[in-house]
């Protein structure tokens, strides 16, 4: 039985994980009527989410959200920890000129989800129901709403102005509204150490192991996720035990000996799980009545932890750029005028992205010399302290989110890598493995940087949609 709900909403928003919840409390707080379509309101337990960098807690205080990592038994994160060979650096977030309260958060992803979803349903003007979205509706080119199945099987039609769809890493609905281009280069293996201290209190600890890293961070006062990178699409298999062998015989031996023990113990416990990791540039098709938000929209590896940072800096603008509409019923004049949201997110998204993408390429282990050169100079870059720790870390932190500081980093190791190749003589192998050094540096950034799109990411102001003005009703 098809059926038509009552009472249309100024918006609909489909998905509420981090992006879809802060969104509806966000624009529910404006005043809009905002009904949000979530297929399963009971608490997710995932592996991944569950770092929140400085810039995305600054970001979480502008929306009025920062009470949601409260009584979860979050941890504060001040830094990082880098392993290699042997050796540890540390890098701590740039944090002085901020109050106490200002730091990365880490916590059970499920958790934090549930508060936020908990906070937008505070609000009378939003409705948060259970049901899978099945299609969008389009007329004439204009999506006018969803279709959705509720928890009884019921098929209903709900309409609004405006959907944003919000339905995450596997999102079914995004193929209408972007062109995916989804690309797979590892997997995360996840596991929980109980009851063990980490070399550095409140700081995420990343091993540049071989072949990838592995990485350590709290989630709670008593347990601290360890999170295993597998290159490629295929990891061993859990069930027949291949999985917990490759962690003992290959991984552990790589991990700092004090984590050794209760590492071990979490592969005995069982509770191994993975989560494919993805990336995937933001390449919409602005289409009149919709929108893309969150994973569904933009993904880019999890190792920097930044996915949660671009999405709540996207609601901040997307917020700032609805509030002066009071009708959002004129589709096509909205859709141009929210181009002007494809641009203005460069900045942080592309910075982020951009890092993610060329620090994990780095960190992975390599049987080329120059990659192998490269991954030594960013360790020993890092290890230097002042600016050279500072910068990278702000970037990574999504406090300074500046794309052509982000590239003169990037190749300020490159160059320091080789300058220590050339010194104190240079010779003719070394200067060659210099010329592939630089080059493999550039084959690691440029694509990326293409993908993000050059125009937008280092000249948003010459893009007209920068300056689109706002509809007059």
């Known amino acids: 039985m098809r059926q038509e709900s009552g009472g249309d909403p100024d918006i609909i928003i489909v998905g509420a994980g981090v992006a879809g919840a802060a969104l509806a409390y966000t624009l529910g707080k404006d005043g809009r ?12 337990d995932r592996i991944v989410g569950e770092l929140l960098q400085p810039g995305g807690y600054l970001k979480l205080i502008e929306l009025g959200l920062e009470d949601c990592v409260q009584d979860i038994d979050a941890q504060q994160v001040f830094g990082y920890a880098l ?8 890098l701590p977030y740039p944090l002085e000129s901020f109050g106490a309260d200002v730091s990365g958060r880490s916590f059970h992803n499920g958790r934090y989800i ?8 505070t609000l009378p003007n939003v409705t948060l129901e259970q049901g899978t979205v099945t299609s969008l509706l389009e007329e004439d080119g204009t999506i006018r709403g969803v279709q959705y199945k509720t928890k009884k099987g019921e098929e209903i039609t709900t309409y609004a102005p405006l959907t944003i769809v919000c339905d995450g890493c596997f999102s079914n609905l995004r193929r209408s509204l972007c062109s995916p281009q989804v690309e797979n280069p590892s997997c995360f293996v996840g596991l929980i150490l109980e009851n063990c201290d980490l070399p550095h209190a409140n700081h995420g600890h990343v091993v540049l192991g071989d072949p990838s890293p592995i990485l350590f961070y709290p989630i709670s006062s008593t347990e601290v996720r360890c999170l295993v990178d597998v290159p490629g699409q295929k990891v061993p298999s859990i069930s027949n035990g291949e999985m917990a062998h490759y962690l003992k ?7 700092p000996s004090q984590l050794h023990d209760s590492f071990i113990a979490a592969i005995e416990k069982g509770n191994i799980r993975t989560m494919p990791n993805r990336s995937m540039p933001a390449n919409p098709r602005p289409t009149p009545g919709a929108l893309l938000l969150g994973d569904a929209f933009n993904m880019r590896h999890p190792l920097t932890g930044g996915g949660m940072t671009v999405a709540l800096s996207d609601i901040v603008l997307l917020r700032n750029l609805l509030r002066p509409i009071d ?11 929210l181009e002007s949201f494809y641009t203005l997110r460069k900045p942080v998204s592309s910075t982020i992205n951009t890092l993610a993408g060329a620090l994990y390429k780095v960190f992975c282990a390599s049987s080329d010399p120059a990659r192998k050169e490269m991954r030594e100079a960013c360790f020993d870059y890092l290890s230097l302290g002042g ?36 010194l104190p003589y240079p010779s003719p192998t070394k200067v060659g493995l210099g010329a592939r050094l630089l080059s493999a540096a550039s084959g690691i950034i440029f694509p ?20 689109r003005s706002t509809p007059v009703d």
Do not use: W
């Open 114 to 121: 549930q508060r936020m979803r908990e906070k937008a349903a």
């Open 387 to 422: 600016i050279f720790s500072t910068g990278p870390v702000s970037l990574l932190s999504g406090l300074n989110p500046r794309p052509l500081s982000l590239f003169l980093h990037f190749f300020a190791v490159a160059v320091y890598g080789v300058g220590r190749l050339l």
């Open 33 to 44: 009527r905002v009904h949000v379509v979530e297929r399963d309101l009971t608490e997710p």
């Open 83 to 90: 392993y290699k060979d042997g050796k540890d650096t540390k």
């Open 249 to 255: 015989t290959v991984v552990a031996p790589q991990v």
């Open 327 to 337: 009708n959002l019923r004129d589709g096509s004049t909205l859709c141009q005028y």
């Open 448 to 467: 990326i940087i293409k993908a993000e799109g050059v125009r937008q990411m280092f000249f948003p102001a010459t893009v007209p949609a920068y300056y």
